[in-house]
């Protein structure tokens, strides 16, 4: 039985391995292959054999960006609330809340976002016309998306920390605020560092949402502009994994594809490891 | 902050002044309410999307009844519906039950009673943390890879490997480390005192861990595989990389090695494909397929968690 | 009950000798004596007898606080029972008795820590200087901020050992020289020669015994009147309590003290003052004896404050 375990295990390793192998493998036949002036060709149009990497990274950047300045205060606030200030009625009544909007998907976002921000939230905030796809729904979609989970890891970590540190700072004169905010946030403040890289991590990785909402599919041009759309390297590589039944056009459309997924699984990767890092050391304090 | 102690002489009305007159905390009220509203909002934008869905969904259910939960994808919007997406949800789902859940339950019992803390088991286990964290699309990629492309033959050859099984083993990919890491916490939660008292009486660690762990353990596996379920049935990103997303399933009689070979849809992709549409009544189509999709989702983990609190013995 | 007048003095002090002798029933017992000790016996206070709690009386202005018929409730569970009491000015009084009695409840009200558990009431007042300390009005921080406490378990922030002394006047807005405060009360907490050079170092990387003193500084920036002491040696060893009990005798100087323990002979070697709760049957802790410390150990008046004292029970 042992052996049968054991393989179940290993297996793990083997998925690794094999992202690694099948996606570094492709990207690097891409970036073999490809002139380098193409990787900043000023828009990202695959099939066009334009690849301009900027282009989607600031489009991910952007829009995680955005929906960081969502989640951070709302998660941020939700978690400080119930850990600290809430009666556990309050909490057993509001926590649940946070719970279901975290096993909403991204698709039912992704919808929202179209639907909803899109036309209540930024047709009113962009002077000047937008279109109904627009980065900054997206942003703020994603936002509502990791709002829940930022939450969620920090409002543990606070949690965690010790009634007598608490006790210690009533017991020297100090109000409710100032004990939460002096003490107890600084005293979680590794797990509340490592929510917010999970929350930015998974903000990288949304796909649904920007696939829906932000426009761009087949291609777009370098953009900033919140009000106008954008490209994200998850929703650059499912416009290409659509389209017709082979991923056609230029040649390198489909290495190009891998490419992107690596990028993509590098930063994800690099940011997980390091959030491992502020986990551990809550614990150690502890 | 005056120390009254060093004073030689206290009197009543010195220390009444200085410990009475409690001002209202202004600012402490203020953060608290802020705070509040931080977390009331969560609940406000859950609230408006919920009506949202339903406000434009719920006509599509009033007007067609439970036609619309049988209709297959269809070009009209009138006649489609979301029959063929469950049957591909269903099967995928189907799929990663037969496939994630056994795996990702054994490497857990592997690496929780098994292993020795040696590097390679540390190695593993930060290995599965790391997966956990990685975006679901970087999954359809690798499907994309392996069981799309190479081993077409076996999924697919017929469809380009765009099939079913591509599919559903996609999808167990993506969900195997969350299985193994809520197995692994359902396995650590077992008190130590239940496998000591079973060596003690001279069992096998097999024996040990069939015969005691796992019974004392099942609530919380069972709790962390349903919740897995309900995440894959929601997830839609890694399928368009496989191929769900405009594939119709064929409508006729076919066996089961063909079906599964065959391409499909889910009920996640069959909205997205609604949601790009921009005429009203496509919107109302994706509403109401949003709230198939919510209802079931919520019932599962409303099942799940009820499932942990019925079953949770306390020793 | 003698009214007025009497004083209580302390001088000098040796830690109280302990006397093995034959006890009733035949068995060896230890008895606590004083040995050598001046004590100008207050006349009047005569010791009731008969298992009624005779509270000790002070002059009115040696009084810091005045219990009359004081009991906690946590909901509808009394935890302590009708204490009637005076804690003197300067002096260290302690609060002994076996566990469960109430004595952390009761030393909790003092400065109003209670207030943080919801259920938490009183019945009966606290005075001190003087003034009720739950009256309407009476702000339980500013009490705080006058009634110090130390805990158990040393509970050091995890910020450095500066940051933690400078915390509490941080707090209350002062404004002077906050070195200048933080070495005094370093000092005062006989740190300051260990620490000096590692202000800015984790208070949470010092040994057991330093991070209580280090606890002991962060009480004594705020400038208070009184250090409430909950079994503050309880989780240190031996040497780090000694220290503890040194420093306790120097603050004393400055400083109102009341200490809860377990632990009778440091009580014995400590405390000017001592009072014997113990639990009813009813599960309440109430007042048995309060004497000054030397009188408790040696003669006591009470039949189940010898019973505790001399190990019977608890």
């Known amino acids: 039985m042992r052996l049968l375990f054991m393989g179940a295990a290993a297996l793990s390793v083997v998925i690794t391995a094999l992202i690694i192998l099948a996606i570094v493998g492709e990207a690097w036949n891409f970036i073999s292959q490809v002139d380098l002036p193409a990787l900043w060709a000023g828009g990202w149009f695959p099939r066009r054999g334009m690849f301009d990497i900027p282009t989607i990274v600031t489009g991910t950047l952007a829009i995680a960006g955005i929906g960081m300045l969502v989640a951070v205060p709302l998660g941020l606030g939700a978690a400080i609330y119930l850990a600290e200030y809430a009666s556990p009625r309050a909490r057993g009544l509001l926590k649940p809340v946070l719970e279901i909007l975290a096993s909403v998907p991204s698709i039912v976002l992704g919808y929202f976002a179209l639907q909803w921000i899109s036309p209540n939230v930024i047709q009113n905030v962009c002077v000047g016309g937008s279109s109904n796809f627009n980065m900054g729904a997206a942003g703020i979609a994603v936002g509502i998306l990791v709002t829940p989970l930022i939450a969620s890891v920090a409002e543990d970590a606070m949690y965690a920390v010790p009634r007598s540190l608490r006790e210690a700072s009533y017991g020297l004169g100090a109000r409710k605020r100032t004990t939460s905010l002096r003490v107890v946030v600084p005293a979680a403040i590794s797990g509340i560092v490592a929510a917010l890289i999970i929350g930015f991590s998974r903000a990288l990785g949304e796909t649904m949402i920007v696939a829906i909402a932000a426009g761009g599919t087949g291609g777009s041009l370098f953009s900033l502009n919140p009000c106008g759309q954008g490209q994200t390297m998850t929703a650059a590589m499912t416009a290409l994994a659509t389209g017709s039944d082979q991923v056609r056009g230029s040649d390198l459309a489909y290495p190009s594809l891998f490419f992107v997924g690596f990028l993509l699984f590098a930063f994800t990767l690099a940011l997980n490891v390091l959030s491992e890092r502020f986990v551990r050391s809550v614990r150690l304090k502890y | 902050m005056t120390n009254l102690a060093s004073s030689t002489s206290v009197s009543a009305e010195m220390v009444r002044e200085r410990i009475s007159g409690r001002r209202v905390d202004v600012g402490g009220r203020t953060f608290e309410v802020f705070l509040l509203i931080a977390l009331l909002a969560s609940l406000a934008i859950l609230v408006t999307l919920l009506v949202d869905v339903f406000s434009r969904g719920s006509g599509v259910y009033l007007e067609r009844g439970l036609d619309f939960l049988v209709s297959p994808l269809s070009s009209e919007a009138s006649g489609a519906g979301i029959g063929q997406g469950l049957f591909g949800s269903l099967a995928l789902m189907l799929i990663v039950a037969l496939t994630a859940f056994p795996i990702g339950i054994g490497a857990a019992i592997y690496l929780e009673e098994y292993a020795r803390d040696t590097t390679p088991t540390r190695f593993i286990t930060a290995n599965i943390r790391n997966l956990a964290g990685v975006p679901s699309i970087v999954y359809g990629l690798l499907g994309l890879a392996v069981f799309v492309v190479a081993l077409r033959d076996f999924t697919g050859p017929e469809s380009q490997g765009r099939s079913i099984l591509s599919g559903g083993l996609t999808l167990a990919i993506v969900v195997l480390p969350i299985v193994i890491i809520t197995t692994s916490e359902a396995l650590r939660a077992v008190p130590t005192g239940i496998r000591e008292a079973a060596y003690g009486v001279g069992a096998t660690r097999w024996q040990t861990v069939r015969s005691h762990v796992i019974p004392y353990a099942a609530p919380g596996i069972l709790t962390g595989t349903i919740l897995s379920m309900a995440r894959a049935f929601g997830e839609t990103a890694p399928l368009i990389m496989v191929g769900g997303a405009v594939s119709f399933l064929a409508t006729s009689d076919r066996g089961l090695l063909e079906t599964i070979q065959g391409k499909y849809t889910t009920l996640p992709t069959s909205i997205y494909q609604w949601v790009q549409e921009p005429q009203r009544a496509f919107i109302e189509l994706s509403a109401a397929g949003i709230m198939a999709l919510l209802v079931t989702i919520l019932m599962v983990n409303g099942i799940a968690i009820f499932l942990r609190n019925r079953y949770a013995r306390r020793w | ?314």
Not at chain 3, 161 to 187: C, H, K, T
């Open chain 3, 1 to 314: 009950m003698h009214e007025g007048g009497d004083r209580v003095t302390v001088k000098t002090r040796e830690p109280a000798s302990p006397e093995i002798v034959q006890a009733e029933d035949g068995g060896p017992t230890i008895r606590l004596m004083a040995v050598k000790h001046e004590l100008d016996e207050p006349e009047g206070i005569a010791p009731a007898g008969g298992g009624e709690a005779t509270p000790l009386a002070f002059a009115a202005d040696e009084v810091v606080f005045e219990l009359d018929a004081l009991s906690c409730y946590y909901g509808d569970f009394r935890a302590v029972k009708d204490i009637s009491l005076q804690v003197p000015k300067n002096q260290i009084t302690a609060i002994i008795g076996p566990s469960g009695c109430g004595k952390s409840t009761l030393l909790r009200s003092f400065n109003r820590m209670n207030d943080l558990v919801d259920s938490a009431r009183i019945t009966g007042t606290i005075r001190y200087h003087g003034v009720d300390l739950y009256a309407d009005g009476v702000d339980a921080v500013e009490v705080r901020r006058r009634i110090g406490m130390v805990f158990q378990k040393p509970n050091p922030f995890p910020k450095s050992i500066y940051d933690n002394v400078a915390f509490g006047p941080r707090v209350a807005g002062f404004r002077g020289d906050m070195a200048g405060l933080v070495e005094q009360s370093l000092r005062r907490a006989a740190l300051w020669d260990e620490v000096k050079d590692k202000l800015r170092e984790p208070g949470t990387t010092l040994s057991g015994g330093q991070q209580q003193r280090l606890c002991i500084a962060r009480a004594i920036a705020v400038e208070p009147d009184v250090i409430l002491m909950d079994e503050p040696c309880s989780a240190l060893d031996p040497i780090a309590t000694l220290r503890i009990e040194e420093l306790m005798r120097e603050l004393k100087q400055n400083y109102t003290i009341v200490i809860v323990t377990h632990n009778m002979q440091q009580a014995a070697r400590v405390s000017d003052v001592t009072a014997f709760l113990t639990m009813g049957e009813d599960r309440a802790g109430y007042l048995v004896e309060m004497a000054p410390t030397q009188d408790i150990f040696t003669r006591p008046t009470n039949r189940l404050t010898e019973d505790y004292i001399t190990g019977r029970f608890g």
